[in-house]
T-cell receptor, first 110, second 116 residues
Framework: DAKTTQPNSMESNEEEPVHLPCNHS???????IHWYRQLPSQGPEYVIH???SNVNNRMASLAIAEDRKSSTLILHRATLRDAAVYYC???????????FGAGTTVTVRA | EPEVTQTPSHQVTQMGQEVILRCVPI?????FYWYRQILGQKVEFLVS????????KSEIFDDQFSVERPDGSNFTLKIRSTKLEDSAMYFC??????????????FGEGSRLTVL
């Protein structure tokens, strides 16, 4: 798995967008990029994943750089419920596991 | 919405005792996982399981650990002789497909194990 680097923490105001960066400069051509989040006292929760193209779902958008060495998770309108640790990770196409790093702790101010 | 359920939510045990943590994965899922998170640390992969066999395991998953799917619904993690350093939150997860690149893992809310 490619090593990922994320900022330790980010703060946002409620109802504003949040852009969470992730560096994965050693990613290989067939590695997927995954984002999960962990709300306080809960297990990790899937957010989004992608390979090359930008991806959107009801929770967030994933913008993947053209060289795939970095990506950005975009929460379009942060709510208090979005306060969590956000994990960016990668996997090869035939991995049976995901590995998590320290993630980015997101704080949302009311 | 279907969910992964884990029992017990919290277990306290004495060092050296055996512990079994139980999980009921989402009913049509075929791939099962255990992770652990020591307080204040990152979520660590322990083992993945499919078709009654371990698919992959980490260095943490030594001979003290075992997993089993004893019936059609439960997935268990057994720690044979607990150590103080086994104190952690243990998360079960399941997925419909095996390769994580093909979809999401669904995690339970965890079982907190405290070893005294």
């Amino acid at each position: 798995d490619a090593k990922t680097t994320q900022p330790n923490s980010m703060e946002s105001n409620e109802e504003e967008p949040v852009h969470l960066p992730c560096n994965h400069s050693t990613i290989s051509g067939t590695d997927y990029i995954h984002w999960y989040r962990q709300l306080p006292s809960q297990g990790p929760e899937y957010v989004i994943h992608g390979l090359t193209s930008n991806v959107n779902n009801r929770m967030a958008s994933l913008a993947i750089a053209e060289d795939r060495k970095s990506s950005t998770l975009i929460l379009h309108r942060a709510t208090l419920r979005d306060a969590a640790v956000y994990y960016c990770t990668t996997s090869s196409i035939n991995d049976y596991k995901l590995s998590f790093g320290a993630g980015t702790t997101v704080t949302v101010r009311a | 919405e279907p969910e992964v359920t884990q029992t017990p939510s919290h277990q306290v045990t004495q060092m050296g005792q055996e512990v079994i943590l139980r999980c009921v994965p989402i009913s049509n899922h075929l791939y099962f996982y255990w992770y652990r998170q020591i307080l204040g640390q990152k979520v660590e992969f322990l083992v993945s399981f499919y078709n009654n066999e371990i698919s992959e395991k980490s260095e943490i998953f030594d001979d003290q650990f075992s997993v089993e799917r004893p019936d059609g619904s439960n997935f268990t993690l057994k720690i044979r002789s607990t150590k103080l350093e086994d104190s952690a939150m243990y998360f079960c997860a399941s997925s419909l497909r095996g390769f994580v690149s093909t979809g999401e893992l669904f995690f339970g809310e965890g079982s907190r194990l405290t070893v005294l």
